[in-house]
């Protein structure tokens, strides 16, 4: 490149990127590096489903944007493409009740919604397991951010309903692979006894990537997405630390570089410099809580925004104030509170208040002008 300060400049018709699409969350990875022994035991687990058994159960645990999800995706494109195993991969954001996990599932299975009139689960379930049984099918369940089920409490009945189908059912075979990424959450530990008789899963843990195995990840990623000598070596290495420091989740990034790059061409340059990581950093540090945020419903959205303007109050006090606005009673409350805990959006701590015995104090766990940003 030549010295003349005009050259570094980017015109309007150029970009730092070659193709941003590479940054998008839900991008597929060509290549999966550093998950070789979690790749082997979930294959391993899955092998019997291709000899047209019912395959092993799988929990598969570790901290966000550590590529659970992706790690479930390839294998079921793989599957999918060389084999006749039937894949359906169930989000528990979304879908966080056992009946939901079933619709979603027949909807997979026959290509068309359940009737919207509404059928009975029995009905729904006996029309699933009776398709897999005559078509000879094995089906393999990823039941993706499983927490969810647990914090609706519909985690044991759902389990419960695809591990005994082949009981049930005259042989429908079914294997499922629970993802969580809540690490406080025991999930064995957690199911009604029943569930626990017929649950041995196999267990993959999906550790935090140090910050060698970030660099060389995004580096990949940022090869493919930028112009070549877009992002330098020292670039690179800051945004791998920053990842680091927000544990590992990859997802903190590629958001990074995506937001450094844009503020690399907001300059006009034709590098991404440090500082562009920098700036970037104060909005991509946010990329976790704005998506938990983003699944919340209405109710809960309420009342993270009462909670930041009662920061550090006594529940009561704050469902005093939640209460003026909705008609929930005390129970669902509490039960929004224990999921925004488990969320890790609030701190939900028991305190002794004098006169008043043992209450829990309820403080945001995020800067409250970043939560209300995001809301
Ligand atoms: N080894 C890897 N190589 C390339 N990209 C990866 C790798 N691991 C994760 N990623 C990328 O990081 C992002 C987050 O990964 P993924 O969604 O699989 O994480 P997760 O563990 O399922 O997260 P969560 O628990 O929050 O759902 C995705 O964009 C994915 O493409």
């Known amino acids: 490149m030549s010295d003349d ?39 391993y687990a899955l092998r019997p489903a291709v000899r047209g058994s019912r395959p092993l159960n799988v929990i598969a645990r570790g901290p966000p944007g550590t590529g659970k999800t992706t790690a479930a995706q390839i294998l079921f494109d793989e599957l999918t493409a060389q084999t006749d195993v039937k894949t359906v991969r169930v989000n528990c954001q979304m879908d966080s009740t056992r009946y939901a996990v079933f619709s979603r599932l027949f909807a997979e299975i026959f290509d068309y919604e359940p009737p919207s009139s509404g059928i009975s689960f029995k009905k729904l379930f006996s029309q699933i397991t009776d398709k897999l049984v005559e078509e000879d099918e094995v089906l393999v369940v990823a039941l993706d951010d499983v927490n969810y089920l647990f914090y609706e409490s ?15 059912h005259s042989g429908a075979k079914i294997g499922v692979i629970c993802v969580s990424s809540d690490l406080e959450l025991d999930v064995i530990d957690a199911l009604d006894t029943r569930v626990q008789s017929v649950f041995r899963p196999e267990e ?21 997405g930028f112009n070549e000598g877009v992002v330098g070596p020292t670039v690179l290495d800051r945004v791998a630390e920053l990842t680091e420091e927000q544990g590992g989740d990859l997802r903190v990034g590629i958001d990074l570089l995506r937001r450094a790059g844009m503020n690399a061409e907001m300059r006009a340059s034709r590098s991404v410099e440090t500082e562009d990581v ?20 209405d109710s809960e ?74 809301l």
Do not use: C
């Not at 704005?290 to 699944?295: D, W, Y």
């Open 278 to 297: 920098e700036e970037a950093y104060d909005k991509s540090k946010y990329v976790h809580l704005s998506r938990r945020l983003r699944e919340l419903s």
């Open 204 to 224: 993959v843990y999906f550790n935090p990537y140090g910050q060698a195995e970030i660099a060389d990840i995004l580096g990949e990623r940022a090869d493919r």
């Open 5 to 43: 300060p005009e050259d570094r400049m980017l015109g309007w018709d150029e970009s730092v990127f070659r193709d941003e699409h590479v940054f998008e969350i839900d991008w597929l990875p060509e290549t999966f590096k550093h998950r070789d022994t979690q790749m082997e035991t979930l294959k």
């Open 154 to 168: 519909e985690a044991s009945d759902t389990l419960y309903s695809l591990l005994r189908a082949h009981e049930a």
């Open 301 to 374: 959205t309420a009342l993270v925004e009462v909670i930041a303007a009662h920061d550090g109050q006594q529940a009561g006090d704050i469902y005093d104030a939640f209460s003026e606005q909705t008609d929930l009673g005390y129970t669902r409350y509490s039960e929004i509170i224990n999921k925004l805990d488990q969320l890790d959006i609030i701190d939900a701590d028991y305190t002794n208040v004098e006169g008043r015995g043992r209450s829990r104090e309820l403080t945001l766990n995020y800067d409250a002008d970043a939560v209300l940003e995001r």
